[in-house]
């Protein structure tokens, strides 16, 4: 099979793609219209039915060739890339026969890729290394997943004797802004299940996400002219700190936890002499854990307002996404599915969790089964961000292989 994943996703990711936090607009920027025209394009020129909406998603599907009811699978990837570090510009080097060695990037030689900070280097021995030239992001985030279904897509039209149903595709927007599929169209989609191509290294499978929360506290302290206010003035931003200091700092911060620990995390606060709020994100596996820590929240403000009488305090929570375990052990042969195909395909299965969320979480709550997949992608968000080529072969494969199983007795619904 000659893939063409690489080629795709060096001209993807010379496209600049970066989503904007503070716009209200669908998608946040236009320049990622720039992606979508050309996918669609593309897709176009391999004859496949595809279609966009306002927002800037792509809905495609390639027709089943199997004569048997089949279960509708869909892949899902987004075409932002994340505001933490700038897309503008992208310079892709392509590193030949990588031997393990520091790979020092040509326009910052400051920047080093070194296998001590990413051990996972010293896996690729031998493999095409894609990174940055230094100044910007890659953009394999999620660029990488983008190709390895636009490749998948590719192999199905070539070889009509690749066994498969119809298959789905899902493209979207603002993903790294909380958005990504906020404007889905689920009967247009119209699948049964599916899986995220967002996920990093060779193997790397994720049926298991934080649950998470948006809480504010608003404060109202009491202003008085600083000359005259002995015995009047509480001052909001004292308030704010007191109630900073008392959150607990060995754990449940992000800073003190890892693996299944969840946390407390203010991220933001905006104070003045008289009013002031706090931005906290609440994040923990268990969906039941986030009750926990908005009391925690709410005692801890308690405590503190014993000490400024004439002030009070307002807590507004809202919840952002769940765990989409949840759903998955509901349907556990979605999971089995791709763990079984990336078994056949030789690849070591690493199945774990995220310390966050993901479009998959969301669909998954509205009723589409769809955990997340591999697609290579390494350091993401940063100047230092990497994909091995061959890590992106193995993807495709283990997307043709989903897609053969579930034309099979096995995993027939």
């Not at 699948?191 to 109202?220: K, M, Q, V, W």
């Not at 900073?244 to 203010?266: A, V, W």
């Not at 195909?341 to 995220?354: D, R």
């Not at 283990?398 to 199983?405: G, H």
């Amino acid at each position: 099979m000659e893939y063409t994943v690489k080629d795709r996703f060096l001209r993807y990711v010379q496209i600049d793609t970066q989503a904007d936090p503070t716009s209200s607009t669908f998608p946040s920027s236009k320049k990622q219209w720039d992606l979508t025209n050309l996918l669609m394009k593309e897709l176009a020129e391999m004859n496949v039915e595809a279609s966009t909406n306002e927002a800037g998603y792509i809905y495609a599907s390639v027709p089943s060739n199997s004569d048997k009811p089949l279960p509708k699978v869909f892949f899902c990837a987004h075409i932002d890339t994340a505001p933490d570090c700038s897309g503008t510009n992208v310079k892709p080097i392509v590193i030949q026969n990588y031997q393990g060695e520091d790979i020092i990037l040509p326009d910052d030689t400051s920047q080093v890729i070194s296998p001590t900070k990413y051990p996972a280097l010293l896996d690729k021995i031998g493999n095409e290394i894609i990174t940055a030239s230094g100044l910007t992001l890659l953009g394999s985030d999620d660029k990488s997943g983008i190709a390895v279904i636009m490749d998948a897509v590719f192999q199905m039209i070539q070889n009509p004797n690749l066994p498969h149903g119809e298959v789905k595709i899902l493209f979207t927007t603002d993903e790294e802004i909380g958005k990504g599929v906020a404007n889905v169209d689920l009967k247009k989609l119209d699948a049964d299940f599916g899986y995220t191509l967002d996920s990093g290294d060779l193997g790397c499978f994720e049926d298991e996400n934080f649950s998470a929360d948006r809480l504010s506290i608003h404060i109202t302290g009491v202003s008085a002219h600083p000359g005259y206010a002995k015995g009047k003035m509480e001052n909001a931003i004292k308030i704010a700190g007191a109630i900073i200091d008392r959150l607990p700092k060995l754990t449940l911060s992000p800073e003190t936890s890892s693996e299944m620990d969840g946390f407390i995390h203010p991220n933001k606060c905006v104070a003045h002499l008289e009013t002031a709020q706090i931005d906290f994100i609440l994040r923990d596996f268990k969906t039941e854990n986030l009750k926990e820590y908005a009391d925690l929240l709410d005692r801890t403000c308690n405590e503190v307002m014993e000490l400024f009488p004439g002030s009070s305090y307002k807590i507004e929570q809202k919840a952002q996404y769940r765990n989409m375990k949840d759903v998955l052990e509901k349907h556990s042969y979605v999971s089995d599915i791709a763990i079984k195909a990336m078994k056949n395909v030789n690849i070591p299965v690493k199945q774990g969790a995220i310390r966050g969320g993901t479009d998959g979480a969301i669909l998954s709550h509205m009723g589409l089964p769809c955990p997340n997949l591999f697609a290579g992608e390494q350091a993401i968000h940063s100047k230092h961000e990497w994909v091995s080529v061959q890590d992106m072969h193995k993807s495709v494969d283990t997307i043709l292989e989903i897609c053969r199983l579930v034309t099979t007795e096995e995993f027939r619904q």
